[in-house]
Nanobody
Framework: VQLQAYGGGLVQAGGSLRLSCTPS????????MGWFRRAPGKEREFVGV????????VYANSVKGRFTIFRDDAKNTLYPQMINLKPEDTAIYYCAAAISGGTFDAGYWGQGTLVTVSS
């Protein structure tokens, strides 16, 4: 299963953007889905996660209050709504799925979509 992330682009600081993530096929035993990002020259970092059973969410401190992760089951799509974007949010954003009680690293990933926030 491949995860298709899209919706990135160029936005001014203070602006908003909504990314989307759609799986290419059915994901069995899905425990959670999350968003990660990799800024230029930096390591990949956690952005947020949604528990697939109860819908609870957890966010990195750097995005808390500005990013909201939610899902649309009818469209089989995962979103982060991002507001009040900052230049430091510039990164390639990846969605991932954790399955069968395992970690995200052991699950499914997408190719990423680039978000650039200009100051």
């Amino acid at each position: 299963v491949q995860l298709q992330a899209y919706g990135g682009g160029l936005v001014q600081a203070g602006g908003s953007l909504r990314l989307s993530c759609t799986p290419s096929g059915r994901i069995l035993s899905r425990n959670a889905m999350g968003w990660f990002r990799r800024a230029p020259g930096k390591e990949r970092e956690f952005v947020g996660v949604i528990n697939w059973s109860d819908g609870s969410t957890v966010y990195a401190n750097s995005v808390k209050g500005r990013f909201t992760i939610f899902r649309d089951d009818a469209k089989n799509t995962l979103y982060p709504q991002m507001i009040n974007l900052k230049p430091e949010d510039t990164a390639i954003y990846y969605c991932a799925a954790a399955i069968s009680g395992g970690t995200f690293d052991a699950g499914y990933w997408g190719q990423g979509t680039l978000v650039t926030v200009s100051s």
